[in-house]
């Protein structure tokens, strides 16, 4: 028998029950990294490295507290290659947007579908609050991000714009759906990045339709840079990402010619 942490209370499984249990969540890839761990009082069961290893090959996802997850989880996954803000909390009332990476996350405390317990987002995949979602999760959730995961934040009032102009669009024009899960979360404070990063996965909306998007951001508080730079080398930027920042900077420029005047 196997001990199994949930809610951090140990229960008793075979290795049978508790490879079903992971298939009826969700099995994720076997890069993404491990969340469950055994406290220092269990560090001397004679199977430990046996179901470290198969919990590092069936990855389920479980919720900690922050102190948990620093010294305990993050040492039993030998992360010395990892960044400190790959761990991400969230608050509450923002919306994260995926920018590159996989974020995993999920709540105990779930509302429907145990399915959709663990969410593997993809970028331009979006983490919010929405009510009416069919996805609806207590608040106090938190994730762990694969290597080299960004994510940006917007509150509440500043993402309906883009959600609303994102459904009508993508009615009319029979645009890509994404995959959508919008939780109550927690969420670090605004990460400056470019904006068309965020919009153009996530709306798949033209350039001048972009551009139609961003006075409902209230982008004052941005600098300028944070728009129109590439966040790093491996930042991908297409045609249309070009043609926006072409529009977008005629866009400032005729406005500083008004101002002018």
Same mark, same amino acid.
């Given at each position: 028998? *196997? %001990?199994?942490? !949930?809610?951090? $209370?140990?229960?008793?499984?075979? @290795?049978?029950?508790?490879?079903?249990?992971?298939?009826?969540?969700?099995?994720?890839?076997?890069?993404?990294?491990?969340?469950?761990?055994?406290?220092?009082?269990?560090?001397?069961?004679?199977?430990?490295?046996?179901?470290?290893?198969y919990l590092l090959t069936k990855k389920f996802f479980e919720e900690f507290k922050e102190e948990e997850i620093m010294n305990l989880? *993050? %040492?039993?996954? !030998?992360?010395? $290659?990892?960044?400190?803000?790959? @761990?991400?909390?969230?608050?509450?009332?923002?919306?994260?947007?995926?920018?590159?990476?996989?974020?995993?996350?999920?709540?105990?405390?779930?509302?429907?579908?145990?399915?959709?317990?663990?969410?593997?987002f993809k970028e331009g995949d979006i983490m919010g609050s929405c009510e009416g979602n069919d996805i609806c999760y207590d608040s106090d959730n938190w994730c762990i991000t694969r290597c080299e995961t960004s994510c940006a934040t917007f509150t509440n009032?500043?993402?309906?714009p883009i959600w609303d102009i994102y459904v009508k669009q993508k009615k009319n024009a029979g645009l890509k759906m994404i995959s959508i899960s919008l939780l109550n979360h927690k969420s670090t404070t605004s990460t400056l990045i470019p904006l068309v990063k965020i919009l153009k996965p996530i709306t798949y909306l033209s350039s001048k339709t972009l551009c139609k998007i961003i006075p409902y951001l209230?982008?004052?508080?941005?600098?300028?840079?944070?728009?129109?730079?590439?966040?790093?080398?491996?930042?991908?930027?297409?045609?249309?990402?070009?043609?926006?920042?072409?529009?977008?900077?005629m866009k400032l420029k005729t406005e500083a010619l008004k101002a002018k005047r």
């Open positions: 028998m *196997i %001990p199994y942490f !949930k809610g951090r $209370k140990a229960v008793e499984r075979s @290795v049978e029950s508790l490879r079903t249990l992971m298939d009826f969540y969700y099995v994720v890839p076997s890069e993404d990294v491990l969340s469950q761990f055994y406290t220092e009082k269990e560090k001397n069961f004679h199977n430990q490295e046996v179901v470290l290893n989880i *993050i %040492p039993k996954m !030998k992360l010395s $290659k990892y960044q400190k803000n790959e @761990v991400v909390f969230m608050k509450q009332n923002t919306i994260r947007i995926v920018i590159t990476g996989d974020i995993i996350m999920k709540s105990h405390k779930i509302r429907i579908y145990p399915s959709k317990l663990m969410v593997n009032k500043e993402f309906q209230e982008l004052r508080k941005y600098k300028t840079n944070s728009l129109i730079q590439p966040q790093s080398k491996k930042s991908l930027i297409n045609k249309d990402y070009i043609e926006f920042y072409k529009l977008y900077n």
